[in-house]
């Protein structure tokens, strides 16, 4: 009797304690990853060489391995037209057959070659435009930026010249970084690290740190 009231108790209580033991075994959920914000524009984390022609075509689109590994995919499209940016260059980049991990959006202007007609007060405010127009798109985009994540960590952007140590950011040489879960930012201003005079304002949108930094 004693044994049969034993494997009574045994039966009832085990249900309750492997619905227990479920509970505890449940996977722990995902950060939520930060969206990105609206100055990207149609750009998401779906976009493809399709998605771009059809909503640019006006931009030369390319799609291909990356230039550093083939175990990377970049699509690119240059001359596409978005707002506050203007004439811009979109860059999707990822790992072949999977979606994309990083986003650049990028205005790139050379005002020593643009501004090359006139006498050399024309040219010296054409020049002065063109910095105008770079810094009031930069400012816009940043003060967007502070607006919904902070002031995030501003610091030098690299190009040849290394700053030194204790330097303070050059305004003009300068990036800001927004550390977010899931995402980080990168608003820069300064000179294009790919090459020696053209000056440009970049947004970057990364979600895999282990990406490999396209410059």
Do not use: K
Request: with cysteine.
């Amino acid at each position: 009797m004693t044994r049969s009231l034993c494997l009574l108790a045994l039966t009832l209580l085990l249900p309750p304690l492997a619905a227990c033991h479920g509970r505890d075994a449940r996977p722990t959920a995902a950060p939520a990853e930060t969206p990105l914000p609206d100055v990207f524009g149609p750009l998401d984390w779906s976009t493809d060489a399709a998605r771009l022609r059809a909503r640019f075509p006006e931009a030369r689109v390319v799609e291909g391995p990356g230039a550093d590994t083939l175990t990377t995919w970049e699509t690119v499209a240059t001359n596409a037209h978005l707002e506050p940016f203007g004439p811009v260059e979109l860059q999707v980049l990822g790992y072949p057959g999977q979606r994309p991990v990083m986003l650049i959006l990028q205005r790139t202007d050379d005002p020593f070659e643009e501004c090359v007609s006139g006498d050399a007060p024309a040219r010296a405010a054409c020049v002065a435009r063109r910095d105008h127009e770079r810094r009031a798109l930069h400012d816009t985009l940043e003060a967007r930026l502070v607006s919904l994540h902070g002031p995030g960590t501003l610091g030098p952007l690299m190009s040849d010249a290394v700053p030194e140590a204790g330097d303070p950011v050059d305004p003009e040489q300068a990036e800001r970084t927004w550390a977010l879960p899931g995402l980080t930012l990168r608003l820069a201003i300064g000179l294009d690290p790919r090459f020696h005079q053209p000056r440009m304002v970049r947004l970057i949108a990364s979600r895999d740190p282990s990406y490999p930094y396209p410059y």
